[in-house]
Structure formats: C-alpha cells, structure tokens
C-alpha cells in the first residue's frame, strides 16, 4: 500500500515563508509532485521531484530525500492569494496518488 | 500548456437517474485519461484508468457498473454515473497525459449534486 502524511493545516503572515512537509510511504516510487487547489478549483501543478535536492521555480521551492521517503514545499514572499489547499502527490507509474492536503490561511 | 476540459461543470440530478461527465483533451492526444473522485475539505481518490480502445482499470473499492467509463476516442473520456444517490455527490475530475510518465493535466472538474 501507500501512505502519505502532510500537516492538515498550517497558518502564515503574508510576505512570510512557509514549509510544508511530506513523508510517504510506497512501493515503486517515481517522484514527488506538489499540487495547489483553490476552494471549488481542479488542482494545478507546481513542481515535480525526481531526484534528491531542491528545485526552485519563482516564489516556490521543492525538496525531495528519497532516502528519508521525505519532502517539502517551501513558498515564499507569501501572498494572500496563495490561501490553498497544497497537495503532495508520489507517482508510481503511472498513477498519482495524492495526499491529503495541507490548508495554508494566511494572515494579512 | 496543453489543456483538459470537462463538461458540464456542474450538474443536479435526481436520485436514480444517471448522469455522464466528459472529459477532452483539447490540444493533445490523451492515450491515457484518469477519474478522480473528491469528497468536500478531502483529497482526491483516484477512481479509475482508462486507456483508449480498451476497459478501464479500476482501483480498489469503485464499482465499476455503477461509474461506467469510456475512452472511445484519443481525446473524449465519459465517466457516466449510473443510478445515482445523494452519497454520489462529489466534485469528479479528469486528468490525462499523452505518454505513458508523461505530465498529467487535470480538467476543471464537474460538481455533481444528487437530490
């Protein structure tokens, strides 16, 4: 089977920085996705790790250590449009099997 | 960036009735096309794969003669829920990728009520 654990709720201050972090647990791992779905919204992709390290795309940055089954989302310069639900995601084949999502409030 | 659309976006049905959800691919062809599933404040379940010409697969729990899924064409998907109940009602979600690892791109999703 496959388990995905993620914070359910984290809250951040506007123009702050925000973690948040996934650990899973699967068989035939491919990589790590990070998804962000607005309240009645499809979710949209944000990053995709493969590999161990960091990748940094704008405001956003994700981290994946394949030997700690662990990984992160990093946002920065927090905006209030950034209120969301974030999804971790791990690919195995061709499916995505998803997390159960963080909601990040953001104070003004 | 390649684009999925799904229609209707949202739909009222009354229990017992059956109701279909497209999926297309708009600017590319989708060999493979996926259904989600997701309840209100939760994730979303992946309910089934369906690759074109061929039966869907689907995961552990869905029925699959109660959400019919169809991959007639490389680029249409239809998930039809037949026999509807209140305890259908979810927002459903198509995504589809056009090889196999590729990126998935996710439709807009469909709303389903059922009173």
């Known amino acids: 089977g496959q388990s995905l654990e993620q914070p359910s709720e984290v809250t951040a201050v506007e123009g702050a920085i925000v973690q948040i972090n996934c650990t899973y647990q699967?068989?035939?791992?491919?990589?790590l996705s990070w998804y962000q779905q607005h309240d009645g919204g499809a979710p949209t992709f944000l990053s995709y790790?493969?590999?161990?390290g960091l990748e940094e795309t704008g405001r956003f940055s994700s981290f994946l250590s394949r030997s700690d089954s662990y990984g992160y989302l990093l946002l920065q310069e927090l905006q209030m449009k950034d209120s969301a639900s974030y999804f971790c995601a791990v690919r195995r084949g061709d499916k995505i099997i998803f997390g159960k999502g963080t909601r990040l409030h953001i104070l003004p | 960036g390649a684009v999925v659309s799904q229609h209707p976006s949202r739909v009222i049905c009354k229990s017992g009735t059956s109701v279909k959800i497209e999926c297309r691919s708009l600017d590319f062809q989708a060999t493979t096309m996926f259904w989600y599933r997701q309840f209100p404040k939760q994730s979303l379940m992946l309910m089934a794969t369906?690759?074109?010409?061929?039966?869907?697969?689907?995961e552990q729990g869905v029925e699959k003669d109660k959400f019919l899924i169809n991959h007639a064409s490389l680029t249409l998907s239809t998930l039809t829920v037949t026999s509807a109940h209140p305890e259908d009602s979810s927002f459903y979600i198509c995504?589809?990728?056009?090889?196999?690892?590729?990126?998935?791109?996710f439709g807009p999703g469909t709303r389903l009520t059922v009173t």
């Open positions: 995504s589809a990728r056009e090889d196999f690892g590729a990126e998935q791109y």
């Open positions: 699967t068989s035939g791992f491919y990589g």
């Open positions: 369906s690759n074109e010409g061929s039966k869907a697969t689907y």
């Open positions: 790790n493969a590999l161990d």
